[in-house]
């Protein structure tokens, strides 16, 4: 898997001060998409072991408390990202347990794939739903446009 983008320290992408993953790789191609650089899945970085080793270490830094993981992109739930997405989310429930993790994803979630779902019992929020530019809302908090829903898992 390859991403975008690390933000150690983010209080924009979920609730209170956060660490944010923004993933390679999307096949929605939402019409208004604000992040279109990041849809071909070989854009950006390697995502490799020193990565979830900063994301870790940030998430366990006790000078800046961090509430929780965010993560978006691109979709963390395509296919190609899926089994880096589920190990991630997995060390960060064992080393990290009372962070929370959100994710958001275009793919609406009664439609998800048996290896989608898997990923669902490591995360606490999913964010699901494609950006729907005629029903967009920017007052809406953590969404872009209402069809989106906020799942508590
Ligand atoms: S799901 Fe997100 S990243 Fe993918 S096309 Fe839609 S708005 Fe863009």
Same mark, same amino acid.
């Given at each position: 898997m390859n991403y975008h983008q690390y933000f150690?320290?983010?209080?924009?992408?979920?609730?209170?001060?956060r660490v944010t993953l923004f993933v390679s790789g999307c096949e929605?191609?939402?019409?208004?998409?604000?992040?279109?650089?990041?849809?071909?899945?070989?854009?950006?970085?390697l995502f490799d072991s020193v990565m979830v080793d900063r994301i870790i270490a940030d998430l366990s830094d006790q000078r800046i408390v961090r509430r929780g993981l965010s993560l978006s992109g691109g /979709? %963390?739930?395509l296919p190609a990202n899926l089994d880096t997405i589920l190990a991630l989310v997995k060390r960060v429930k064992t080393e990290c347990p009372s962070k929370d993790i959100w994710l958001w994803t275009g793919y609406v979630f009664d439609e998800l794939s048996d290896k989608q779902r898997a990923v669902l019992p490591y995360i606490d929020v999913l964010v699901d739903g494609k950006f729907e530019q005629n029903l967009? /809302? %920017?007052?809406?908090?953590?969404?872009?446009?209402?069809?989106q829903i906020i799942r508590l898992l």
């Open positions: 150690p320290i983010d209080v924009v992408n979920g609730p209170g001060t929605h191609q939402c019409r208004g998409c604000y992040n279109q650089s990041t849809w071909d899945v070989r854009s950006g970085h /979709d %963390p739930l967009a /809302d %920017p007052s809406l908090m953590f969404r872009g446009s209402s069809n």
